[in-house]
């Protein structure tokens, strides 16, 4: 791919939105970025990715973190300044990538070549997938939803002056519910496409 292309894929817990990122990111032939960032992170700071990934996508603890001459003592703000750093790293080297979530579409907001898209689902749809994908009762695959929206909702709105979810963000914003994942995929395909061809 000659011109760079960033797509960024925010999502509902249960919405399918990383499978629909990587259909994108297949469809494209372009690498996808997710919690593997943190494995590569762990190879150059020589640390124990398990280490990382405890803190990934989890809000700050106020209570329990200091500033010390700039400093944060907080693992969750070192560990998503580590991962905001690495995305800006390979965009300023001009690689192509789809990324999900990690607040790229406000960490790369700069770069014109950056689109963001952010996937919904109806509850029904997201418990439906959650229990199967997951293997969880209904009771405890809608509580997971909850958990998890509300986790990523504080990260994000930690971090980003944009609101998560709020369709002012991204450049669309669809409910992967009405058409499934396989033609939800094929709708952002052609407005990627759409979009390339009207920037060149």
């Known amino acids: 791919m000659s011109e760079q292309l960033i797509i960024v894929v925010s999502r509902e817990f249960g919405s399918g939105g990383h499978l629909i990122a990587e259909n994108l990111a297949k469809r494209f032939e372009l690498p996808l970025y997710d919690k593997n960032i943190l494995r590569e992170i762990a190879v150059e700071k020589e640390v124990s990715v398990e280490n990382l990934e405890k ?5 700050k603890r106020p209570l329990f973190s200091r ?3 700039g400093y944060s003592n907080s693992p969750e703000e070192n560990i998503a300044n580590m991962q905001f750093e690495y995305l800006k790293r390979k965009a300023e080297e001009g690689e192509s990538f789809v990324v999900v979530g990690r607040c790229a579409e406000s960490v790369l907001t700069d770069y014109s070549c950056m689109i963001p898209i952010f996937i919904l689902g109806d ?10 994908v997951d293997h969880l009762s209904r009771k405890e695959a809608e509580a997971r939803i909850l958990r998890q929206d509300r986790k990523r909702k504080e990260y994000h709105n930690y971090y980003c002056t944009g609101k998560w979810g709020d369709s002012r963000n991204y450049d669309i914003t669809i409910n992967s519910s009405r058409l ?6 094929d709708i952002l395909e052609k407005y990627i496409r759409e979009k390339m061809v009207s920037e060149q």
């Open 180 to 185: 499934g994942i396989e033609k939800t995929t």
């Open 67 to 69: 500033r010390v001459n």
């Open 55 to 59: 803190y990934d996508e989890i809000p």
């Open 123 to 132: 509850m029904e749809c997201k418990i439906t997938r959650t229990m199967e």
